[in-house]
């Protein structure tokens, strides 16, 4: 008795671990963290041009769709629509999901799209620290709700962001409190901090500024009364007169200098029954405007530099020139001639910046050469192998094209010619390519492995479901023995590969799981007859159905009904 207890005790801590090595496998393919640590500081050169604008200021309205803001002709907002029609530039910032505001901040100021190794923090905040345009600012100031201003201020980051926001008990989806509240506290903050001397004196005369408008009232809006309801444009109305507000006192306090930049735009979009997340145009689509210093006044831009793509702003066809959320770190950064954040993959929209072709093109090399050196680091981290066979036509090809492209841009060394343009947008295309390559490397080969010992577990259980007695007893000393040189030229390879432990053993895994039912195929092949292969079919079957009648019912059902009867059947039942 306490043999078979044993036995079953070891049966268990077994499938404890494989299923462990499971969920590992699934995180390190799957939830991978796109953030390089200790990549090298830019050069002294990066920050020491003359920059196109000293301030930049940018005002965030959560959850604000693009079709929402062009509905009638952008009517709602007649101060953003007259800085578009006199003097701005107008696009579409595609996002990527998961359409939340954290990702979509983190994208604005860092170039960073989601960090899938975030869901360790509850998808609340990145575990890892990241690099940002507020780093790289002289100062920051920050206004907004305390989960987004503390992604990017607390103790563990720079000091140069100053951050106000309000508590987080004001915030209410209930519907009943005013949404717009949370949208006119910033305001009238930002009103009460550059009313005082001391404050206006650092925002003349200071420059690499940048000011942060966090405005939460139009996401709280549309979750509660819907982005199509008049208490939703009712908000986007106050949000206009705000930022106008804003913008005349800045304009004031800077003496009109014209060395101050605008954006407005969106973390996200919402769909019609107030929810986000996911791919949709209305989630992925929010506006983006632009206007002030270093910024280009949409009719002065050749039909060439936009998509041929339109949008009526008050019965004004307007041209669309659309951007990648995660392009807005590389824009901020060549407004103040920051360098642009390390671990960024935003493109520089060239065509948004009104300066000099040589101002442009060493901001556009900037980008380039940071994108270089995270390819550069991934290309490191895997030159360590030891067997040059192993290397991929994939991996040589990205080496030579991007080292070639690299050579010649430096070669050019003319900033104003077409060419060198050109030549850039060819090595920062290819280098975006390679890290991209690079992030995925082990994804399709842990995938097979991933899937050939779920599939080794699944016949190992089905043998014990089906009585196939004593199966590691059957094994052979010739057997094991094989195995242990198929594990020993496994873990050998991936040693002087120079792969991490937990890849090896995710890639030795199959053939510890397949083993014994190769071991015991004649047993299997007498026991799993056509008949029991029928019956396990129709039982996966009817548990698939099972499933998806839960799931329908589940979105039909109120919550509160399932929980009842949940509760019901294990108590009363």
Known sequence: M??????????????????????????????????LQNLPEPGL?????VAVADRVVVFVADGLRAESFLKHGANRSLFLQDIILSKGIFGISHTR???????????????IYEDPSAVFKGWKKNPVNFDTVFNRSYMSFAWGSPDILSIFSNEEKEHNIHAHHYTEDIVSFSGNSNTSALDTWVFDRVKEYYLLPENQITLFNKN??????HLLGLDTAGHVYKPYSSLFSENLVIVDKGIQQTVNLIEKITKNDQKTAYIFTSDHGMTDKGSHGSGHPSETETPFVAWGAGIKYWKNIGKKQHQNKTVMISQTSVPRFDMNQADVTPLISALLSLAVPKNNCGILPRQYLNASMNYITRQAWKNAEQLYQQYYFWKQKFSKKQFQWSFTNTEKKFESII???????????????????TKLDSYIQTTLEAIEYYQTYFKYELFTAFSLSMLGWILIVIGHVMNIQSMYKEITRAFKFKTLLILCAIYGYN??????????????????????VFANFKKYSIVINRKTVVQTVLFVGCIELCVGLVGLLSSIIPASIICFTGYWECYAG
């Open 2 to 35: 306490t043999s078979i207890a044993s036995k079953n005790f070891t049966k268990l801590v077994f499938a404890i671990i494989v299923h462990v090595l499971f969920l590992l496998s699934i995180f390190h393919i799957y939830f991978q963290s796109p953030v």
């Open 45 to 49: 050169d990066a920050e020491d041009e």
């Open 97 to 111: 999901v998961p359409t939340e505001s954290r990702p979509g901040h983190v994208a604005l100021f860092a170039g």
């Open 208 to 213: 690499k500024i940048i000011v942060f408008l």
């Open 403 to 421: 080292e070639n492209l690299r050579q010649k841009t430096l070669a050019a060394a003319d900033f104003h010619s077409n060419e060198m343009e």
């Open 495 to 516: 040693f002087l590969q120079n792969n991490p432990l937990h890849v090896t053993v995710f890639f030795m895994l199959p053939v510890l799981l397949w083993t014994p």
